[in-house]
């Protein structure tokens, strides 16, 4: 998934996983950027299996705690390979799948402990929201007189609209010249930054936040239900892909947000949302849950 991605780290550390995953790309999935070659989808999902990721040893170290990092990386890397092969302008999103059955989880049965791990859930659509735009790269150009310096800043999904710091290259100006004590003395009076968004560099993507419930599969049919109603958050070329009634396994990881009409600086309560990172269908569309109450809007947005 693509959306509120933590910003990349340390270089070197950055440097290794593009090179490591980036050969896994083409040594693996070459065969398959090529037959993407001439794709006539703007977005287009790239499914990755979870065995593979974690056959290789760099990328494995990657796939716990620091998921959204490697999540960012590849996605970037798996465009720049892919441009090799594209004829068509086409961009690829990257997602899991093949899940092992140690990662199944109920959604009932989560708690605050799991924030940031990745699960699989199998789920009934009962609810969803129309597609939402979402600001995910904001571009900034300082206004200083004669300078030419633009920063870009990833923004998080339902967070307050993040702005650059001070601009590197006036800053750089006003300690020109400066003792190195003088320097580190003479940041902490820097002048008082001023920006203008760039509105041709935007980057905005489309969102949408699904209701889902615990199914429980039974042969003998009709599957029962979980208890609670929950929310997850799909991006890109999921985004009215499936409606209510939908039967899926989502691959997602836990996040945690604030109470609707809330914000986390008003409010310490949170609730627990899925960002979705691989989808794959489980049945038909189901009619035969008469039990639920059908809807179009989230329990709780």
Known sequence: MSFGRTELGPEAETQELMTAFGTFIETKYGGDLEALSTCEEEIFSFEV??????????????????????????????????????????????????????????????????????????????????????????????????????????????????????????????????????????????????????????????VQYLSVMDVNPDSEGPWSLGEHVWTAVVDEDFVDAYPVGSLVRLHASVQVDHLPERTFDKDTRRVMVLRVEGIEMLDEPATHFDEVTWTSEPAWR
């Open 49 to 206: 299996e979870w065995s593979d990721l974690c056959a290789d040893p760099i990328i494995q170290g990657y796939l716990g705690d620091s998921l959204d990092h490697f999540m960012t990386i590849a996605e970037t890397v798996l465009n720049d390979r892919f441009l090799h092969f594209m004829q068509r302008p086409c961009r690829l999103v990257l997602r899991l799948n093949g899940l092992t059955e140690d990662h199944k989880r109920k959604l009932d049965s989560l708690r605050m402990r799991d924030r940031r791990k990745l699960f699989t859930f199998d789920t009934l659509v009962v609810g969803r929201t129309p597609p939402l735009g979402y600001l995910q790269r904001a571009s900034y150009a300082c206004a200083a007189k004669g300078c030419d310096y633009i920063g870009q800043i990833n923004q998080r999904l339902a967070r307050q609209r993040e702005s650059p710091g001070h601009c590197p290259k006036c800053a750089e100006r006003y300690l020109a010249g400066l003792e190195p004590e003088e320097r580190e003395m003479a940041k902490r009076f820097l002048p008082r930054p001023s920006y203008r968004m760039v509105d041709e560099e935007l980057r905005y993507i489309d």
